[in-house]
């Protein structure tokens, strides 16, 4: 059974850091994409960055520069290191899993509060 767990949301000032982290626990395939996703009460689900086992990763036209995503792929961990953060980031962030190409798992979500 596959699991992906989020950690580090939090409370922080405008131009301030926060550190996301998501572990993926269980049968994961060496080939897998694993990123971040941002949703606000009453709108969708958008992306903020993904990056594949290969190393390739992409990111919001709104968070390029800001944000950046690693990954350990022998802990089957991805960060999120958030800078300048703006009241405009607030959301809950959603980790996501594809494994093997095909399954898909989210994490339950945390929540991401900047104050202004």
């Known amino acids: 059974q596959v699991q992906v767990v989020e950690s580090g949301g939090g409370l922080v000032q405008a131009g301030g850091s926060l550190r996301l982290s998501c572990a993926a626990s269980?049968?994961?395939?060496?080939?897998?994409?694993m990123g971040w996703y941002r949703q606000v009460r009453g709108k969708q689900r958008e992306l903020v960055a993904v990056?594949?086992?290969?190393?390739?990763?992409n990111y919001a036209d709104s968070v390029k520069g800001r944000f950046t995503i690693s990954k350990d792929n022998d802990k089957n961990t991805v960060y999120l290191q958030m800078n300048s953060l703006k009241p405009e980031d607030i959301a809950v962030y959603y980790c996501?899993?594809?494994?093997?190409?095909?399954?898909?798992?989210w994490g339950q979500g945390t929540q991401v509060t900047v104050s202004s």
């Open positions: 269980g049968s994961i395939f060496s080939t897998n994409t």
């Open positions: 996501r899993l594809v494994n093997g190409g095909a399954y898909i798992y």
């Open positions: 990056v594949s086992s290969g190393g390739t990763s």
